[in-house]
Nanobody, 124 residues
Framework: QVQLVESGGGLVQAGGSLRLSCVVSGGTFSTRGMGWFRQAPDKEREFVVSLSWNGATTYYTDTAKGRFTISRDNARNTVYLQMNSLKPEDTAVYYC?????????????????WGQGTQVTVSS
């Protein structure tokens, strides 16, 4: 059974940085696209960033562009989200997800497996 486990969340002051990790076990990783999503309190889960199986294609929201960086290490079955210049509005539970194919996708419908999430709280 495929499992995705996120880590690296926490409490940080505005302007600070965090690096989230997501380890995939029990299934295919290296030939699948991966994505990060987030859900703030009382809001729908939303797309943040994604990348293809080889990292060649990435998609970022305008909110994430220039501050967040997604990367992957296929040897470690791990995808990362480096978040810099964090803002209070970045506060959310962050989820990683595995794509149904090799591509990078915006839509949640293209992902078949999700992690349990990691809380990120940015104080002002």
């Amino acid at each position: 059974q495929v499992q995705l486990v996120e880590s690296g969340g926490g409490l940080v002051q505005a302007g600070g940085s965090l690096r989230l990790s997501c380890v995939v076990s029990g299934g295919t990783f290296s030939t699948r696209g991966m994505g990060w999503f987030r859900q703030a309190p009382d809001k729908e889960r939303e797309f943040v960033v994604s990348l293809s199986w080889n990292g060649a294609t990435t998609y970022y929201t305008d909110t994430a562009k220039g501050r967040f960086t997604i990367s992957r290490d296929n040897a470690r079955n791990t995808v990362y989200l480096q978040m810099n210049s964090l803002k209070p509005e970045d506060t959310a539970v962050y989820y990683c997800a595995r794509s149904k194919d090799t591509y990078s996708h915006y839509s949640q419908h293209n992902y078949d497996t999700w992690g349990q999430g990691t809380q990120v709280t940015v104080s002002s």
